[in-house]
Structures are given as structure tokens and as C-alpha cells.
């Protein structure tokens, strides 16, 4: 037992969060130290220098004072051992987590021990050790068969608005406390939005896709696999699978990043055979804001309009009126409906509702279609004015460093890349070992050693990738203005075509008193601009 006789310099290190959902009595600071204190007693070559707490910060991330003050510790040769209960306690994050474990630890030479997961870094043999509870995550993830018994009762968390897939939707983890709800990934939702902007700058799904590729972001399924890359290790050889303009659309159908919930879509009608049924729409389970969105409602619906569009594009159908589908009544919110009469050699055309058509009430709202081009019209003219002031503005402001939200995180995306190289790196230096230790063959160990080179060559060119995208993102801010242009084309308008509308207007509400309002698209794009303009102006005066 030469190797027990080093002594070690332990840090205790306790963590609680209420806001983890921890278990405030089994997990309180008196019950971690008491544990880790019984411990190290039975061990005599281990010496307690330091108590480091967090209490009351999140393990999802390390920006802890207290971890940082050992990590400090760590680093002045002070500590060289690390107690904790469990794993949890030291971080929630398990990529990060593993990092620690795996790659800094090794490196500083300190011993890590998780008292309740048997994990000692001291036991070699026990290298595994540390794998159990990255693989009950993964397990976590998958469903049980669901047999006829349960599935009532799969009905009825689906009414509730919980989710009960195998897997979570790429964009969303399951809550580690509640299994049965949807929790933002950080990372890959930072992904959708990305995917979803760039949709409504006018990207087609096949440009999206070569972009990710480009910028080295993992397609869903490669990335569903880097979280399990603890259960995985080594031991997997194969291509790397890419983005293609089928998962693309696929995110951006996907209406569960509105914070919606809909499930039930296909039915096993024999559990013994996985035989899989679509069932009709109207059996479908939906319930709303079942999880956080990722993706606001009004932009989920303009790209599915943009989606639509591309879809049409055989204009040769039927006569389509400009304002077909965008006249709204204001009283009962139902659609206008189109009438015409003759008189002598004269044709009018009007609208009125259609509720009051009906004869189910309302008033007629009537109004004529000279009426109602004229008032689009001026409405057009005065929003396409406002417009270009604000353009001018714009110029001025854009010396402004960059502050939009919505801007993609390239920062976010090189710090996974290098996480990648430096996690491939140190599976490439322990191939040897395994290679030594007699776990894999020499055949094995060229692969594997082939395979991890060629993954950090792949990561390093796509973080110049990224980089250069950065730059280019950061000269053409404006694009973030695209939509500008889009009104910019009308400054000349002097009549509505339908094109007209569809570009330009979300509907138009047409009151009792022949008031209309004009719901504008971008508007949400305008309202920013506008209060944008608005801060800029506001510390200009100071
Ligand atoms: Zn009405």
C-alpha cells in the first residue's frame, strides 16, 4: 500500500441551493461536513486544511466564491485533495463537472473524492467509478415499455402539460428534479434562436444547415450524444453525422419551442406490436405554456408564414383579392367578407363582416374597397416615412457598441469548441494508457487515436470559422435591420397590390366608424428601434 503513504491536504467543500431543489435536510452544510468529516477519520493520511461553502449558489455553473477560493487553494499548493458527499454537490453540469474531475484534477495532481458515489481518483481500478452517475443520467432519458396499464395514466400527465417523451427536444433538457418537464438547454437553445433569426433574415433551411456545419455546432443528434460522451468514452468510432435542411425545418416546425406542449400525435394500438398510428388533429393533447419558450410566439408564426410562402410559390390558383384573409372586424375579431354589386355599367366592391352576414349579430362595418385603398394606403405611407426618419437615426447610433439581445453567442460557441478539443485531447492522451493497461489493441489504438485527431483538427477550423463569422456578424449589424428595406421599397407606393399586403401587413381591423387600423409586420422589430432611438436620444441630452 506504498501508494496510501503520500499524506494529502483536504479541502472539505460543501454546496446547498434551494433553487436546485436540493433536499435542504439530507443535503443541509451540517449533515455534508458531519459525513466528510466521519470520513477522512477513517482515513489518517488525509488532513483537513480548509472548509470551503457555498451555500445558496446553483451547481449548474462554477462561478462559485467558494469554489473559486479552493480552486485558489489548489493552485498555491495548499490543497491537494478534494472531499465532497456526492457529485451534485460539487456541480450540476456534468460536462464541466467531468472536466474537473477528469482533466484539471489529474493534471494539478490532486485527489478528488465523492464519498457518497465511491468515487475515489486514488483507486485506479475504480476509474469507472465515476461513469455510474453520468450513465443514470443517460438512462434517465430513456422511457420504460409503455404497457396498456400505464397508459391512462400517460394520458393524463399529458393533459397536464407534462412531457412524457423518451428524449427532450433538441433546445431542452428534462428538469433533473421533475422529469416530466421541459428546462431550456443554455447552450443549443442559444442554437434555435440562432436558427429561427437567420430563417427570418431570409435563409433557406439548406444555407442554415451548411452554416452550422460550418461554425462546427453539432447537429441534435451528435449533440444528444456529447452529453453522454461520459458513458460513451473512448470506445466509439464512427462519422460524425451533420445538419441537413430536413432537421432544420424540423426545428422550425416545431411549435414545442413556444413553450406549448402538444403530444399524443400517434398511438400504439397494440403495445406488443410497435406498429405506430398518426392520430387525427383533433385528438391531439395541447396545452400552453406547458415549459419556458425558447422562441416567442410571433416569431414561431412568421417563419411558419415564411415556411407557407415558399411553399405557394404557383401563383396561377385562383384570383386572390389583396386583402384577402387580412380584413378583421373590430367589434367581434371575425373576417370581412367580400361583397360586389353592379349598377349600370358600374361595379362596387365593399366588405362587411362576416358575423353580421351571417345574421349572428354585429353591426355591418361596411366599407368600400376605394375606402379601404385609400386608407391603406396613407397607413402605408406614413409607417414606410417613419420608417426612413428613423433610418437616418439609425446611422447615427450604429457607432454604438453592439447590445441587441439577439445577436448569436459566438462566444458560447468557441468556448464548447475548445471544451471539445481539450476533452478529445485528453481522451487522445489516455488512449496509451489503455492501450498499456491492456483495454484496447494496438489496431483499436490507431483508430481511436485517428478518430480523436481528426475531431480536434475539425473543432480548431471551425472556431476560425466562427471567428470570422464574428467579425463579419459584427460589420454587418446592419442586417439586423433588413426589415427596413423591406419598407424602404414602398416610398413610392401609390397603389395596394397583394404582394403589398402580405409584405407589409400583419391585418387590418376595420371598425364600426370606417376607423382602420393597420397591424404592421416587424413590429416588434419597430417598437425595438423605436425605444433603441429612444435610449440613444434620452443619454444624448444628458
Ligand atoms: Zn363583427
Not at 391585418?507 to 387600423?517: A, G, L, P, S
Request: with cysteine.
Amino acid at each position: 500500500m506504498s501508494v496510501l503513504s503520500k499524506e494529502y491536504n483536504a479541502c472539505i467543500y460543501a454546496r446547498l441551493s434551494r433553487d436546485d431543489g436540493d433536499k435542504l435536510e439530507s443535503d443541509s452544510i451540517t449533515n455534508q461536513r458531519a459525513l466528510i468529516r466521519d470520513f477522512i477519520s477513517k482515513h489518517p493520511e488525509i488532513h483537513v486544511v480548509s472548509e470551503k461553502t457555498d451555500d445558496g449558489y446553483s451547481g449548474v455553473n462554477f462561478d462559485r466564491p467558494a469554489f473559486q477560493e479552493m480552486m485558489e487553494d489548489i493552485r498555491s499548493g495548499k490543497v491537494n485533495c478534494v472531499v465532497v458527499k456526492d457529485l451534485s454537490r460539487f456541480g450540476r453540469n456534468y460536462i464541466e463537472a467531468g472536466n474537473y474531475i477528469e482533466r484539471v484534477f489529474p493534471f494539478m495532481g490532486v485527489r478528488f473524492i465523492a464519498i457518497n458515489d465511491s468515487y475515489d481518483s486514488l483507486d485506479r481500478n475504480q476509474s469507472d467509478s465515476l461513469i455510474i452517475p453520468f450513465k443514470n443520467l443517460i438512462n434517465d432519458a430513456y422511457c420504460k415499455d409503455i404497457s396498456v396499464k400505464i397508459r391512462s395514466q400517460l394520458e393524463i400527465k399529458r393533459k397536464k402539460g407534462q412531457f412524457i417523451g423518451a428524449f427532450a427536444v433538441y433546445g431542452y433538457l428534462k428538469d433533473p428534479e421533475d422529469h416530466n418537464r421541459l428546462i431550456p438547454d443554455t447552450y443549443a437553445s442559444e442554437v434555435v434562436r440562432a436558427i429561427y433569426k437567420w430563417k427570418l433574415e431570409g435563409m433557406s433551411q439548406g444555407r442554415i444547415a451548411e452554416k452550422l456545419n460550418l461554425q462546427g455546432v453539432l447537429c441534435p443528434m451528435e449533440y444528444k450524444l456529447s452529453m453522454g460522451i461520459k458513458v460513451q468514452t473512448n470506445f466509439k468510432v464512427r462519422k460524425q453525422a451533420l445538419w441537413s435542411p430536413r432537421s432544420v425545418t424540423r426545428i422550425l416546425t416545431n411549435e414545442i419551442y413556444t413553450g406549448a406542449l402538444i403530444q399524443g400525435k400517434t398511438s400504439t394500438p397494440n403495445y406488443k406490436v410497435k406498429k405506430i398510428v398518426a392520430k387525427d388533429e383533433t385528438e391531439w393533447i395541447r396545452v400552453e405554456d406547458a415549459h419556458e419558450a425558447i422562441i416567442d410566439r410571433r416569431t414561431f408564426d412568421d417563419v411558419q408564414r415564411i415556411l407557407q410562402k415558399d411553399i405557394r410559390s404557383a401563383p396561377d390558383e385562383e384570383v386572390v383579392y389583396p386583402f384577402s384573409g387580412y380584413l378583421k372586424c373590430g367589434d367581434c375579431g371575425q373576417n370581412m367578407v367580400r361583397k360586389t354589386y353592379t349598377s349600370g355599367d358600374k361595379r362596387y366592391t365593399y366588405y362587411i363582416c362576416s358575423t353580421r352576414k351571417a345574421g349572428k349579430g354585429c353591426s355591418t362595418h361596411q366599407i368600400t374597397d376605394d375606402e379601404l385603398n385609400d386608407a391603406v394606403l396613407q397607413g402605408i405611407r406614413s409607417r414606410v416615412a417613419s420608417v426612413i426618419e428613423m433610418e437616418e437615426l439609425l446611422k447615427i447610433v450604429e457607432s454604438l457598441p453592439e447590445t441587441q439581445r439577439n445577436v448569436f453567442n459566438y462566444d458560447a460557441q468557441i468556448v464548447k469548441l475548445k471544451e471539445d478539443i481539450e476533452r478529445n485531447r485528453s481522451f487522445k492522451m489516455k488512449l496509451y494508457e489503455n492501450l498499456q493497461e491492456g483495454m484496447i489493441g494496438q489496431e483499436e489504438y490507431f483508430l481511436f487515436k485517428k478518430s480523436y485527431e481528426s475531431k480536434i483538427q475539425s473543432a480548431e477550423a471551425a472556431i476560425v470559422a466562427v471567428e470570422q463569422e464574428r467579425q463579419q456578424a459584427i460589420e454587418q449589424n446592419r442586417e439586423n435591420y433588413a426589415w427596413i428595406d423591406i419598407f424602404k421599397k414602398y416610398q413610392n407606393i401609390t397603389s395596394i397590390e397583394r404582394k403589398t399586403v402580405v409584405e407589409l401587413l400583419e391585418e387590418i381591423i376595420v371598425h364600426e366608424d370606417k376607423k382602420i387600423r393597420l397591424c404592421f409586420r416587424y413590429g416588434d422589430q419597430y417598437t425595438k428601434l423605436v425605444e433603441l432611438l429612444g435610449n440613444y436620444s434620452g443619454t444624448a441630452a444628458e
